[in-house]
C-alpha cells in the first residue's frame, strides 16, 4: 500500500499500512503544509508529558506530522523541526514510535534507469516538486526528464537517451575550437562533459545534421 502520487510524490512514507488510520485522514482531509504545521504548534501540549504523549498518539496528530514531513518542499527536515516547534531529531524519535517507515527522497547524486532498463549515475538539476526532474547522465553529456519510481527508488526515463558525439568531434565538424562550442553549449544551459547531444548540434547547424548523426557511436 501506498498514498496517491499527490500526497507522497517520493514514496518518502514507506509503510502506511501499519498506521491506516492516519492514511485514511491524509486520503480524505489532504491538509496543506501549512496546515499541518499550524495545527501541531496550536494543540501540541508543552507542559506535561503524559498530555503530550496520549496527545501524538491520536491519529490527526500523527498526520499532521507525517503530511508536514511529506509536503515539506525544499525544506529540510531539521527547518522542518523548527517550524513545528519541537526539539532536533524529534521527528524521528516519534516516527520511531509510531512505527513509521520515513525514507528521505533521494539528494543530488540519484540512479537513473533508462528506458530500455540499463542504469546510469546522474545528478538532480531542478525537482519539479511532484516526483518528476531534470536528470543530468554525465557520462552520456545529457540533460533529461525522469520520473521517481517509488518501487525501485530511482529516476525512470520515459524516452531512450539523446545521441551523443566526443565533443572534439562535434567541434571538428563544426569548424570551431571546443572551447568555443563547449562555451555555446553552456549558454544554453547545457552542462558540458566529454560527449554532446546530437540532437542539439544539428539544432545549432543543420547542415552539419547527416555527418553529426553518423558519429554516433564513435
Not at 518542499?73 to 524519535?93: F, H, N, Q
Not at 542504469?119 to 552520456?140: M, N, Q, S
Not at 568555443?180 to 548540434?201: E, F, H, I, W
Request: aromatic letters at 10%; charged letters at 25%; a positive charge.
Amino acid at each position: 500500500m501506498m498514498l496517491p502520487r499527490d500526497l507522497d510524490p517520493w514514496g518518502e512514507w514507506r509503510n502506511p499500512g501499519l498506521n491506516p488510520d492516519v492514511a485514511e485522514f491524509l486520503v480524505t482531509h489532504r491538509p496543506t503544509y501549512a496546515q499541518s504545521v499550524g495545527f501541531i504548534r496550536a494543540e501540541r501540549p508543552r507542559e506535561n508529558n503524559h498530555e503530550a504523549t496520549a496527545w501524538w498518539s491520536t491519529t490527526p496528530a500523527r498526520a499532521h506530522l507525517i503530511n508536514a514531513l511529506l509536503r515539506r518542499g525544499d525544506r529540510t527536515v531539521e527547518a522542518v523541526e523548527r517550524e513545528l516547534g519541537i526539539p532536533s531529531s524529534k521527528v524521528y524519535y516519534y516516527l520511531r514510535e509510531f512505527r513509521m517507515a520515513f525514507q528521505p527522497r533521494p539528494g543530488a547524486s540519484v540512479t537513473i534507469i533508462g528506458y530500455g532498463g540499463e542504469r546510469y549515475e546522474g545528478r538532480v538539476l531542478k525537482d519539479y516538486g511532484d516526483g518528476r526532474a531534470r536528470l543530468v547522465v554525465p557520462e552520456h553529456g545529457v540533460v533529461v526528464e525522469g520520473e521517481w519510481s517509488r518501487t525501485s527508488r530511482a529516476f525512470r526515463l520515459s524516452q531512450p537517451l539523446p545521441r551523443t558525439v566526443p565533443l572534439r568531434a562535434a567541434a571538428e565538424s563544426m569548424g570551431v575550437k571546443d572551447a568555443t562550442l563547449r562555451n555555446a553549449l553552456k549558454a544554453l544551459g547545457v552542462p558540458v562533459y566529454q560527449r554532446a547531444p546530437v540532437p542539439l548540434l544539428q539544432r545549432m547547424l543543420p547542415e552539419r545534421a547527416r555527418y553529426l548523426g553518423g558519429l554516433w557511436g564513435s
